[in-house]
C-alpha cells in the first residue's frame, strides 16, 4: 500500500470511528438525563413541563440520525474494492435508518406540541388529546423499535460480513458485532410485539453487547485503523 492510501485508510477510519461515538453516546446520555419524562405513563403531562429537555432529546435523536448516515457514506470508498453493491448497500441502509432517526425526532416535536396543549386545554380526563398522543407514540416506538433497526441491522451486518471476510479489522470483533445485531432484534421485536416492554431493563440488557462493541470498534478504528492488505489502492 503506498503512502497516500494508507493515509487516506487511517483517515477514514478516524473518521468513522468518531461517528460512531457521536452516534452513540450523546443521544444515550440525552435518554438518561431526559428521557423519563417522555417514557412516563404520565408524559402527556410531564412533556409540557419539561419542553427543553424534550426539545434537547429530539435534537440529540437528530444528530443520532445524521452520524449514523454518515457512518455508511464514510465506509463506502473502504468496502468499495470488497464489492461495490455491497458498498452501496450500506450506504443506503445507513442513510435510510438516519431519515427514520429524523422522522423520530420530529414525533417527539409532535408530542411535545400535544402536551403542551394538553396542559393548556387544562388536561381533561377524556379528551382528543389522549388517543392522538397514544397514536403518535405507538409510531415512535415502532420507528424505533423496528422500521429504523431493521436498516441499521442490515447495513451493519454487510460491513460486519465484509470485515469478517476481509480482515479490515480482527475477525474477534467483526464476530462480536453480528453477534451484538442478533440479540438487539430479539430484544426489538421482543418489544415490537409484547414480549417485553418497550425500553424495559431486559431489551435495554438485550442491547447492551452492540452498544460495547459499537464503542470498541469506534475505539480500535480511531487508534488502530483498518488492516488494509498489500497492494490496495
Known amino acids: ?6 493515509s487516506y485508510s487511517r483517515k477514514s477510519a478516524r473518521i468513522t470511528g468518531v461517528l460512531f461515538i457521536l452516534g452513540t453516546v450523546p443521544v444515550m446520555a440525552a435518554m438518561s438525563l431526559w428521557g423519563q ?5 404520565d408524559y402527556l403531562s410531564l ?4 419542553s427543553n429537555e424534550v426539545l434537547l432529546l429530539a435534537l440529540s435523536v437528530m444528530f443520532m440520525g445524521l452520524a449514523c448516515a454518515g457512518i455508511g457514506i464514510s465506509m463506502y470508498p ?16 445507513r442513510v435510510i435508518e438516519g431519515t427514520l432517526q429524523l422522522a423520530s425526532a420530529v414525533s417527539l416535536a409532535v408530542l411535545l406540541a400535544l402536551s403542551q396543549e394538553f396542559v393548556r386545554a387544562g388536561s381533561p380526563a377524556d379528551s382528543f388529546f389522549q388517543p392522538a398522543a397514544a397514536v403518535v407514540q405507538s409510531v415512535r416506538d415502532w420507528m424505533s423499535n423496528g422500521f429504523s433497526l431493521l436498516p441499521w441491522c442490515t447495513g451493519a451486518a454487510i460491513y460486519y460480513a465484509v470485515f469478517y471476510r476481509t480482515r479490515l479489522l480482527p475477525r474477534w470483533l467483526s464476530a462480536w458485532g453480528l453477534l451484538g445485531l442478533l440479540l438487539m432484534l430479539i430484544g ?5 410485539f409484547g414480549l417485553i416492554e418497550a425500553f424495559s431493563p431486559p431489551q435495554m440488557l438485550l442491547m447492551l453487547p452492540i452498544m ?8 480500535w478504528l480511531i487508534v488502530k485503523g483498518y488492516s488494509m ?3 490496495a489502492k
Do not use: C, R, W, Y
Request: charged residues 10%; proline residues 6%.
Open 1 to 6: 500500500m503506498n503512502a497516500d492510501s494508507m
Open 37 to 41: 419524562s417522555v417514557s412516563s405513563p
Open 47 to 50: 412533556m409540557a413541563t419539561h
Open 78 to 93: 473502504i468496502l468499495k474494492p470488497h464489492g461495490e453493491a455491497l458498498a452501496l448497500g450500506v450506504v443506503g441502509f
Open 188 to 192: 426489538a421485536f421482543s418489544g415490537m
Open 212 to 219: 460495547l462493541q459499537e464503542m470498541a470498534l469506534a475505539v
Open 229 to 231: 492488505p498489500e497492494g
